[in-house]
């Protein structure tokens, strides 16, 4: 038996873990080479190079973890990759530039970003059908689908709002603004809030799904550094729900945020420019994509984590990029002081 999971950070990336040895595979979407580098989260070596489409950005992993979608802005579609094979195995028309997209719970619907054409885009993930399309603010690019599969929200970086989604009707129900362009929207595992990153706005917006209302914004401040420096753009919560950490670009640091409370309990320092990130298999581990050295608006890739591999160790990535792979208990810095994150 195989699992899949996925993550983010500049390009994208997942992971692919099997049973029993929970063998951890990272998945990179590079921007600049049309290619998804494949790495071995134990060893952290990269074991094969695939090609794809032009500009591949957003990735993600169908639920049953057999399939890998990889959206290839230039090339105006989604390829799909075998995760056995590691080899393309079709094609799917998204649309013209897809960026990010979000599968629902039953695997069976696909939601796509088409950023320039401020359009998103439902699809039959089977058949390649597409079966809607929800026209919302200008440049989409975070897409969430609830944990119960009713909702889905796409935030648009130029309109600051997340737009809402009803998934049975393919109709648009809400806009809600936020701050300015925001990036990811995430539901909490429990399906009772959604978190919505503004990266120049430098908060995080919480939506309450009952009213569609802005209940609390989630501030960040590190002595040092300054506020525009501190741009929130990749959430990803714990398994249990109970924190969340959220990558702060130019800041070089992840927040970690008590989701209970809406406190921010602590800053890591990590490498440069943390965008995106996902945790481990297990839950104990976060990979969080960093950059070597600040690239031109447009060139990024995303990163996935892994589960079985060491705290504070890097993968190299590319181009100067690097993977950093953290222990949620613990964090060694730079320094090499354990500094506690939970």
């Known amino acids: 038996m195989t699992r899949i999971v996925t993550a983010a950070a500049g390009a994208l990336a997942v992971l692919l873990f099997a049973a029993p040895a929970f063998a951890t595979t990272i998945f990179v979407s590079n921007e600049k080479d049309n290619t998804i580098t494949v790495v071995d989260a134990d060893t952290l ?61 039953t695997g069976k619907i696909i939601y796509i970003a088409n950023e320039d054409d401020s359009l998103v885009t439902i699809m039959d993930i089977k058949s390649g059908d597409v079966i809607g399309e929800v026209p919302v603010g200008v440049e989409p690019e975070g897409m969430g689908v609830s944990p119960d599969g009713k909702y889905t929200a796409a935030t648009s970086e130029s309109t600051s709002m997340a737009h809402i989604i ?23 595992t429990d399906g009772k809030e959604l978190w919505v990153s503004s990266e120049v706005g430098g908060t995080i917006s919480i939506i309450d799904p009952q009213t569609w209302k802005v209940t609390k914004k989630i501030g960040f401040e590190v002595p040092g550094v300054r ?3 501190l741009q929130p753009v990749g959430i990803d919560f714990t398994k249990d729900g109970k924190y969340a950490f959220v990558g702060l670009g130019p800041a070089n640091r992840v927040a970690v945020i008590d989701t209970a409370t809406k406190e921010v309990k602590n800053y890591i320092l990590v490498g440069q420019r943390p965008w995106h990130g996902e ?25 996935a984590k892994g589960g079985e591999v060491g705290a504070g160790r890097q993968a190299a990535v590319g181009r100067g990029d690097h993977a950093l792979i953290m222990e949620i208990g613990s964090h060694r810095s730079n320094s090499g002081a354990p500094t506690t994150i939970l």
């Open 166 to 188: 009803d998934n049975a009707s393919k109709k648009l129900i809400a806009n809600v603004l936020v701050d300015s362009r925001p990036r990811e929207a995430k539901f909490t």
């Open 279 to 303: 945790m481990g298999p297990d839950g104990k581990e976060i990979l969080r994509r960093q950059r070597a050295h600040q690239r031109p608006h447009g060139d990024r890739r995303r990163v």
């Open 227 to 229: 506020p525009e420096q």
């Open 45 to 105: 070596q990269v074991t094969k190079t695939i090609k794809v489409s032009r500009r591949p950005r957003g990735i993600m992993l169908s639920p049953d973890f057999k399939e890998l979608f990889v959206a290839a802005g230039d090339g105006d579609i989604m390829d799909v990759i075998d995760t056995k094979t590691l080899e393309k195995s079709r094609e799917l028309e998204s649309g013209p530039d897809p960026e990010l997209m979000a599968i629902d719970p």
